[in-house]
């Protein structure tokens, strides 16, 4: 079922604005790719006339496939905020993997490909000409995951146990606000912190505390709205940040906004 997804489930900031820039699909795997596979997303977009868009994206621990013109390739974990110009008229099509998801196929440390990518041919044995060729023309969203999942069938690894490992590592990190440190992740799931760092590193390419800030981020993000400007050291404080220039540094560096300007644009 073709899904419209809303802002916190894909990192998009002000989504409310965005949504009249671009228009954005999510469809789920089939069942026999959900162990690896979150979602395929869909972009598409028309601004003939029009002032291109700059679109911020925040991080997230997934690896992604992106299929744009002269630009396909799978891309390991982005570790910083990054920004798309949509210009003119075109879209974009994606897989965006389980955390951790994507190492089965490359069977090599996904750190190695943190602000990275690798291209098509070697995963895919496709050229990413054809690809895009593909999925860039199919008319119908279901006609481009179909055609995308046949590709990925093909060269389906084994399951790995451990990516169901870290999925519930990160969605425990992700819905448990009061965790600031890696010693409170590792307790809980009784692992040294030492091996944590070492599962993060090989299967999703960052590290666990990178997470948390992400999270902890994203979530002050959402508690802004509503707050005024002299609720934000209190705000910092409940986080677990003892220094408001500290918390604003992490703000900006993750959401690209500080907190004031991040509330005065909500």
Known sequence: MIQHPHQSSLGILNMKRAGEKFQLL??????????????????????TGQEPHLQDVVPNPCANLVVQPHRTAFYGVSSTRHSHRLEGRGQVFGIKFRPGGFYPFVNTPMDRLTDSSIGTMEILRVDPHALE?????????????????????????EEDEQIERIHTIIDHIHHNRDIIRVEQVSEWFQMSPRSLQRLFKQYVGVSPKWVIRLYRLQNA????????????LQLAMDMGYYDQSHFIRDFKAVIGKTPEVYMKER
């Open 26 to 47: 999510r469809v789920p795997p089939s069942s026999d790719l959900s162990y690896f596979i979150k979602h395929y997303w869909i972009i598409h977009w028309d601004l």
């Open 133 to 157: 060729q593909q999925l860039l023309t199919a008319e119908e969203p279901e006609q481009k995951v179909r055609y995308m999942e046949e590709l990925i069938r093909r060269v389906l690894p």
């Open 221 to 232: 993000a959402e508690m802004l709205e509503g707050l005024d400007q002299q609720d934000v």
